[in-house]
């Protein structure tokens, strides 16, 4: 069953603009995200900017927004086909937990400007 579902959209320039703020990205992203986004060159700032609003998205689906966990404890990672997933670290297992989810479905896109991501959590 459906408990939740979350969408959010990110202006990718205020990704972009937060490169040049020491501590921003090492703030709101895994470190595996950041390594995986440099690897990407130029392109690198869609994937961030895509999945920050997978972490955004993640909170609204859990109705409390990012109450109780940090941005950075939610990474999103590719399966081996290229499928995006959610691993959940620090305090964000424990709020799906309290929220009784137990699968969490994620699905992103991004153009030059934009990017958006929606979260579905299941029991």
Same mark, same amino acid.
């Given at each position: =069953? #459906?408990? %939740?579902? %979350?969408?959010? #959209?990110?202006?990718?320039?205020?990704?972009?603009?937060?490169?040049?703020?020491?501590? =921003?990205?090492?703030?709101?992203?895994?470190?595996?995200?950041?390594?995986?986004?440099?690897?990407?060159?130029?392109?690198? #700032?869609?994937?961030?900017?895509?999945?920050?609003?997978?972490?955004?998205?993640?909170?609204?689906?859990?109705?409390? @927004?990012?109450? @109780?966990?940090?941005?950075?404890?939610?990474?999103?990672?590719?399966?081996?086909? @290229?499928?995006?997933?959610?691993?959940? $670290? @620090?305090?964000?297992?424990?709020?799906?937990?309290?929220?009784?989810?137990?699968? #969490?479905?994620?699905?992103?896109? $991004?153009?030059?400007?934009?990017?958006?991501? =929606?979260?579905v959590i299941e029991d």
């Amino acid at each position: =069953m #459906v408990l %939740g579902i %979350g969408i959010d #959209v990110v202006q990718v320039e205020r990704i972009r603009r937060w490169k040049e703020v020491p501590g =921003m990205y090492d703030r709101y992203f895994h470190p595996q995200e950041i390594e995986t986004a440099r690897q990407n060159g130029r392109r690198g #700032v869609l994937s961030l900017a895509a999945r920050f609003a997978a972490k955004e998205a993640f909170g609204k689906a859990l109705g409390t @927004g990012v109450e @109780g966990f940090a941005l950075r404890d939610v990474e999103v990672v590719n399966d081996p086909r @290229g499928k995006p997933e959610l691993r959940l $670290h @620090g305090n964000a297992p424990r709020a799906l937990a309290a929220f009784g989810g137990r699968r #969490v479905h994620v699905s992103l896109s $991004h153009e030059d400007d934009n990017a958006i991501a =929606m979260v579905v959590i299941e029991d």
